[in-house]
């Protein structure tokens, strides 16, 4: 078990939380064998086979993803607009209004989305599988991508890597842009989830709509376990509370016309 968990976490380039879920689910199939007599009741092949976080230090803590003022997030996206980088100017788009993950954005399929909203299907946890309204300045943008994708995605045309992963490629391409920007490390598009959940925040949004609308696990047992979910017209007021000081409309350049080549 302790090999399986370095190969996830060193070959596969999984994050000790991710492998930590991994290993929980195989360790309910142990106990449930131990509940048949099949498996030996005293036998925990589990035992710290998952290495342990290690405590913050000073150095780590700075290493901590920190989010974008709206203002450096225009910056971004005036960056991307600039290069002509549609697909990651879209990206970009798409995430500051939503504050969706980006593997959640690359793998959002047109038939998840309507009119006011998408919902997402392809998430790490059970709190992330949600349904997400669509901001009002976003509708435009992906009304568009829905009617020109050509391969049934809302971000068409992305490539899979080795792991099925849509997204590794503009989230390199993201990486270089901020970078080019000033932006060290410790910024990075999951800073742009922070920014949402930040401007979500200071407008006086309760924790638990923002959890509902970002897809975050909810600790306590009568909202995590028992809550049926905050009414759509909840969540879709609280993200109209999103804004960012965008000078014209250049940003439209990222949608119009696109796919009539």
């Not at 360790?27 to 290690?54: C, H, N, S």
């Not at 080019?180 to 979500?200: C, I, M, P």
């Amino acid at each position: 078990m302790q090999a399986w968990a370095h190969e996830l976490q060193h070959t596969d380039g999984l994050k000790l939380p991710t492998i930590r879920r991994i290993v929980s689910a195989a360790r309910g199939y142990w106990e449930y064998l131990q509940r048949l007599d099949i498996v030996p009741d005293d036998v925990d092949p589990f035992y710290k086979a998952v290495p342990m976080t290690k405590k913050g230090t000073k150095a780590t803590l700075a290493d901590k993803r920190r989010e974008f003022s709206p203002s450096e997030v225009v910056s971004l996206l005036s960056a991307a607009v600039e290069r002509d980088d549609r697909d990651l100017g879209l990206l970009i788009w798409l995430g500051m209004w939503t504050g969706c993950r980006i593997e959640e954005l690359c793998a959002l399929r047109v038939s998840e989305v309507t009119e006011d909203r998408f919902v997402i299907i392809d998430a790490k946890s059970e709190a992330g599988l949600r349904e997400v309204p669509i901001h009002s300045m976003l509708k435009p943008a992906i009304r568009h991508m829905c009617s020109t994708s050509k391969d049934g995605y809302v971000m068409s045309g992305l490539t899979n890597n080795k792991y099925d992963d849509r997204s590794n490629a503009n989230g390199k391409r993201f990486g270089r842009l901020k970078t080019a920007l000033g932006f060290d490390r410790t910024y990075v598009y999951h800073s742009l989830r922070k920014t949402v959940a930040t401007q979500l925040d200071a407008a006086g949004i309760p924790e638990i709509i923002s959890a509902r609308i970002l897809g975050h696990d909810l600790k306590t047992m009568t909202y995590g376990l028992y809550s049926g979910g905050a009414p759509f017209e909840t969540k879709r007021d609280a993200l109209e509370a999103l804004s960012y000081p965008l000078a014209g409309d250049s940003h439209e350049r990222l949608w119009e016309g696109r796919g009539e080549a």
